[in-house]
């Protein structure tokens, strides 16, 4: 069984704000010129808003590999010569 990235839930939600800018935008072709300045910060302030949380996420994941690791090199350490 593999363990679901924590990253994916961010990954959702940039996605999800791509979705939100493309409809932010409008359909008329004409009003995309004007409707962009706006929608183009919602969509930077919602990515944005997904640094902290994926860079948290990440951190964690590595700091759980990394003593798990440990933890091998300490078993081994502790083990008796044969």
């Given amino acids: 069984m593999s363990i679901p990235s924590p990253a994916i839930p961010s990954a ?28 183009a910060q919602v969509f930077l302030g919602t990515v944005e808003m997904q640094l902290p949380v994926l860079a948290n996420a990440e951190f964690s994941a590595l700091q759980a590999d990394v003593n798990a690791k440990i933890e091998v090199w300490i078993k081994k350490l502790q083990a008796p010569a044969v």
């Fill in 12 to 39: 959702v939600a940039v996605l999800q704000a791509v979705q939100q800018f493309i409809t932010n935008l409008g359909t008329d072709p004409l009003q995309v010129a004007v409707k962009f300045p706006g929608a």
